[in-house]
């Protein structure tokens, strides 16, 4: 049986234990993502909304027990190496969850079959690995783990957003499929080929092109290899520097590009390049993005959280990963991990941009999406600036959890 948690039953379990919070012993979180190099600034970002929420919750009681989260924070380096090193210490030193997901998929899935294997050792000391962002598909798919949650829509959910938004723009003509290479630049290649193709089959595909990740420092021989083939929109699945960097390039060409990008918008510098830039749109998919209407609880969210921590709030999903693991402890009673993972399983949440459900299955958290674009502030579809631009963000499609709830191909073993 699923059960929905408002945030007033929360607050309420997280009071009632209120009275044992001086002598229980903290819940010790480990956050494990790229906090140092090219995409130093997205990893803070996103340690920064795990660290509000955390913060949020035990200024509110805390725990269902009267015992606080404690945040422990390790640099991934962007490594898989490193991140299974941070993984060992994070144990060492007591976290019984990693919250990860801004590394990309292969760290993600290396820190998933780690904690797997030290599961199986140490039966009873079990840790859980909650993605707030790496959305390969095949994490909740063909390798889905019973010690795995993913906290966004996967690859797969967020270009069927995109194809279905796509059906809807006839002068979408040629598209370009510019990545970066590794595994999830080529699944957003394969994905935009397969899906877009699907929704507009006559659409042409004019140019695939990879890159190396976090190394291109001018993208203009890309942008003349788009300009040769008289690309009008380009599938990327680019983010932090190497889609600023391309942007800019785009910018400094004049080439007024259209980009359908997965989380574009939530990464700090977008927009701003943007504006600079003057030219090019930027469709992105996001659970919510800022001056959304009708969302007045993320708005408040949002206006809370950049009073605290002095810089703009994203992505409420990342926020969501310690709220909801608050919730899911106070449903099983439990700090025991396995305990954690059965009560997370078909969990509804009422959350501050729509109703959740985390997949029992395959543990992949079906929420809504939202297609949006980057566009100068009109005061009536775009009434907010970003990033101190005046440019901000326009809502093009909204889809319901339900519309993108894919299939999966999991078949979880359990303990």
């Given at each position: 049986?699923?059960?929905?948690?408002?945030?007033?039953?929360?607050?309420?379990?997280?009071?009632?234990?209120?009275?044992?919070?001086?002598?229980?012993?903290?819940?010790?979180?480990?956050?494990?993502?790229?906090?140092?190099?090219?995409?130093?600034?997205?990893?803070?970002?996103?340690?920064?909304?795990?660290?509000y929420a955390v913060d949020d919750v035990n200024a509110k009681g805390g725990l269902y027990n009267g015992s606080?989260?404690?945040?422990?924070?390790?640099?991934?380096?962007?490594?898989?190496?490193?991140?299974?090193?941070?993984?060992?210490?994070?144990?060492?030193?007591?976290?019984?969850?990693?919250?990860?997901?801004?590394?990309?998929?292969?760290?993600?899935?290396?820190?998933?079959?780690?904690?797997?294997?030290?599961?199986?050792?140490?039966?009873?000391?079990?840790?859980?690995?909650?993605?707030?962002?790496?959305?390969?598909?095949?994490?909740?798919?063909?390798?889905?783990?019973?010690?795995?949650?993913?906290?966004?829509?996967?690859?797969?959910?967020?270009?069927?957003?995109?194809?279905?938004?796509?059906?809807?723009?006839?002068?979408?003509?040629?598209?370009?499929?510019?990545?970066?290479?590794?595994?999830?630049?080529?699944?957003?290649?394969?994905?935009?080929?397969?899906?877009?193709?699907?929704?507009?089959?006559?659409?042409?595909?004019?140019?695939e092109t990879l890159h190396p990740m976090g190394r291109i420092k001018d993208f203009a021989p890309y942008v003349?290899?788009?300009?040769?083939?008289?690309?009008?929109?380009?599938?990327?699945?680019?983010?932090?520097?190497?889609?600023?960097?391309?942007?800019?390039?785009?910018?400094?060409?004049?080439?007024?590009?259209?980009?359908?990008?997965?989380?574009?918008?939530?990464?700090?510098?977008?927009?701003?390049?943007?504006?600079?830039?003057?030219?090019?749109?930027?469709?992105?998919?996001?659970?919510?993005?800022?001056?959304?209407?009708?969302?007045?609880?993320?708005?408040?969210?949002?206006?809370?959280?950049?009073?605290?921590?002095?810089?703009?709030?994203?992505?409420?999903?990342?926020?969501?990963?310690?709220?909801?693991?608050?919730?899911?402890?106070?449903?099983?009673?439990?700090?025991?991990?396995?305990?954690?993972?059965?009560?997370?399983?078909?969990?509804?949440?009422?959350?501050?941009?729509?109703?959740?459900?985390?997949?029992?299955?395959?543990?992949?958290?079906?929420?809504?999406?939202?297609?949006?674009?980057?566009?100068?502030?009109?005061?009536?579809?775009?009434?907010?600036?970003?990033?101190?631009?005046?440019y901000g963000f326009r809502t093009d499609a909204v889809y319901s959890a339900q519309q993108l709830d894919l299939?999966?191909?999991?078949?979880?073993?359990?303990?």
């Open positions: 049986m699923s059960v929905r948690f408002s945030a007033i039953a929360l607050a309420a379990s997280l009071c009632a234990g209120a009275v044992s919070a001086q002598t229980a012993e903290p819940f010790k979180i480990a956050f494990i993502d790229p906090l140092s190099g090219p995409f130093a600034n997205v990893g803070e970002v996103m340690r920064n909304h795990v660290l606080k989260f404690q945040l422990l924070q390790f640099d991934s380096k962007l490594s898989a190496q490193e991140s299974q090193s941070a993984l060992q210490a994070a144990i060492d030193q007591g976290a019984r969850v990693v919250v990860t997901g801004g590394s990309g998929s292969p760290v993600v899935t290396a820190l998933v079959q780690a904690a797997s294997r030290y599961n199986q050792r140490n039966p009873g000391k079990e840790v859980l690995i909650l993605n707030h962002s790496s959305i390969d598909p095949e994490l909740t798919g063909k390798s889905c783990s019973f010690w795995h949650f993913m906290f966004d829509a996967n690859t797969a959910m967020r270009m069927q957003a995109i194809a279905n938004y796509i059906k809807t723009q006839p002068e979408i003509k040629k598209v370009f499929l510019l990545n970066q290479d590794y595994a999830h630049g080529k699944q957003w290649a394969s994905f935009g080929r397969s899906m877009v193709g699907k929704a507009r089959p006559e659409i042409r595909f004019v140019g003349a290899k788009m300009k040769e083939v008289s690309t009008d929109s380009v599938i990327t699945g680019n983010w932090g520097q190497d889609m600023t960097l391309l942007l800019k390039s785009a910018g400094d060409s004049g080439y007024n590009l259209r980009y359908f990008n997965h989380s574009a918008g939530g990464f700090p510098g977008t927009v701003t390049s943007i504006s600079q830039a003057k030219i090019g749109q930027v469709t992105w998919v996001a659970e919510w993005h800022p001056g959304m209407a009708d969302r007045a609880q993320a708005d408040a969210r949002a206006k809370e959280y950049k009073a605290k921590m002095n810089q703009d709030f994203l992505a409420p999903r990342m926020d969501l990963v310690p709220r909801m693991l608050a919730a899911a402890m106070a449903k099983a009673q439990s700090t025991e991990s396995v305990k954690i993972a059965k009560a997370l399983e078909d969990m509804q949440m009422d959350t501050v941009f729509g109703p959740v459900k985390m997949r029992g299955k395959d543990h992949q958290l079906l929420l809504p999406q939202v297609v949006n674009t980057i566009a100068p502030v009109d005061g009536k579809l775009v009434k907010t600036g970003w990033e101190g631009t005046n299939p999966t191909e999991c078949q979880m073993k359990r303990p």
